[in-house]
C-alpha cells in the first residue's frame, strides 16, 4: 500500500512489455494425447469430472466428522440413480 507521506503513488506502469524482437509473450503449453487405457468414459463431462476426481483424490485426503473416508465413484445430480466410478477397472468400457 502506498504511503502517502513516503512518496507519492502513481499510476501503475500500463505499458505492455514484449519479448525479443517485439514479439509479445506467448506461453504455449502442448497437450498429451491419454492411452485409451487411462480414458474412463467417452462423455467428456463424465471424463472431466472422473478426471478431476482422481487428481484430488492424489492431493488430500477426504473425511467425514474427522474420519477418513475411502470414496471410489460419483453420481450425478441430474442422474441420483446412477453410479460411475473414479477408477475405471481395466479392460472395461463405458
Not at 483424490?57 to 446412477?82: C, K, N, S, W
Amino acid at each position: 500500500m502506498c504511503d502517502p507521506e513516503d512518496r507519492p503513488c502513481g499510476a501503475p506502469d500500463t505499458t505492455e512489455q514484449t519479448g525479443a524482437e517485439g514479439e509479445d509473450f506467448v506461453f504455449r503449453f502442448g497437450l498429451e494425447e491419454l492411452n485409451p487405457s487411462e480414458v474412463g468414459y467417452d462423455d467428456p463431462l463424465l471424463e472431466l469430472i472422473r478426471g478431476q476426481l482422481a487428481d484430488l483424490l492424489d492431493a488430500a485426503i477426504l473425511t467425514y466428522h474427522g474420519q477418513r473416508v475411502m470414496i471410489d465413484g460419483f453420481r450425478l445430480i441430474q442422474e441420483p440413480d446412477t453410479q460411475y466410478e473414479i477408477f475405471p477397472r481395466q479392460g472395461e468400457s463405458q
